[in-house]
T-cell receptor, first 108, second 112 residues
Framework: SQQGEEDPQALSIQEGENATMNCSYKTSINNLQWYRQNSGRGLVHLILIRSNEREKHSGRLRVTLDTSKKSSSLLITASRAADTASYFCATGGDKIIFGKGTRLHILP | DAGVIQSPRHEVTEMGQEVTLRCKPISGHDYLFWYRQTMMRGLELLIYFNNNVPIDDSGMPEDRFSAKMPNASFSTLKIQPSEPRDSAVYFC??????????FGSGTRLTVV
């Protein structure tokens, strides 16, 4: 197991803009996952990208993975107020250690 | 499926009292995890089970914490005696073969 580290810690953007969050990790992985946590709620699984994939889309979400740099990015296009939340990356394994996340705030 | 169900949603107790948190995982999931979340320390993994067997409890803070999973559909996390520093939101999550955890809504514990 290992911990992903998200960057930046906090991000504020205007509604309609795109939001990009980054994740770095230290050792080789089988897959990488992104989660969202709305205030006062549990984490929600957003997307999983396998180590042999470079890019994956799900609706307004786009995830990239660069295993040579041990990094991933999550792009949210055309942001909405409902996207205000904390976002966490997590690497696969028998247990997931979550980082501190990126707190995203969408301004009206 | 109703998802991962945790109870109670909120618990306020006095220091020294026993607290029991409950979790019903998604049917068919073979992994169950207990996490604790605070502003200071973020999300901490306390313990996880595979097929009802505890695999790693290295995150349990001290002997006051214990967790059980008597069957595939139920788990408890017990704190005895509770202390104010145990105040946090406790999450239960389950998964099938560690891909894509499903989290419960959490139990907000306040120890006064």
């Amino acid at each position: 197991s290992q911990q992903g580290e998200e960057d930046p810690q906090a991000l504020s953007i205007q509604e309609g803009e795109n939001a990009t969050m980054n994740c770095s990790y230290k050792t080789s992985i089988n897959n990488l996952q992104w989660y969202r946590q709305n205030s006062g709620r549990g984490l929600v699984h957003l997307i999983l990208i396998r180590s042999n994939e470079r890019e994956k889309h799900s609706g307004r979400l786009r995830v990239t993975l660069d295993t040579s740099k041990k990094s991933s990015s999550l792009l949210i296009t055309a942001s909405r107020a409902a996207d205000t939340a904390s976002y966490f990356c997590a690497t696969g394994g028998d247990k997931i250690i979550f980082g501190k996340g990126t707190r995203l705030h969408i301004l009206p | 499926d109703a998802g991962v169900i945790q109870s109670p949603r909120h618990e306020v107790t006095e220091m020294g009292q026993e607290v029991t948190l409950r979790c019903k995982p998604i049917s068919g999931h073979d992994y169950l995890f207990w996490y604790r979340q605070t502003m200071m320390r973020g999300l901490e993994l306390l313990i996880y089970f595979n097929n009802n067997v505890p695999i790693d409890d290295s995150g349990m803070p001290e002997d006051r914490f214990s967790a059980k999973m008597p069957n595939a559909s139920f788990s408890t996390l017990k704190i005895q005696p509770s202390e104010p520093r145990d105040s946090a939101v406790y999450f239960c999550a389950s998964s099938l073969s560690t891909y894509g955890y499903t989290f419960g809504s959490g139990t907000r514990l306040t120890v006064v």
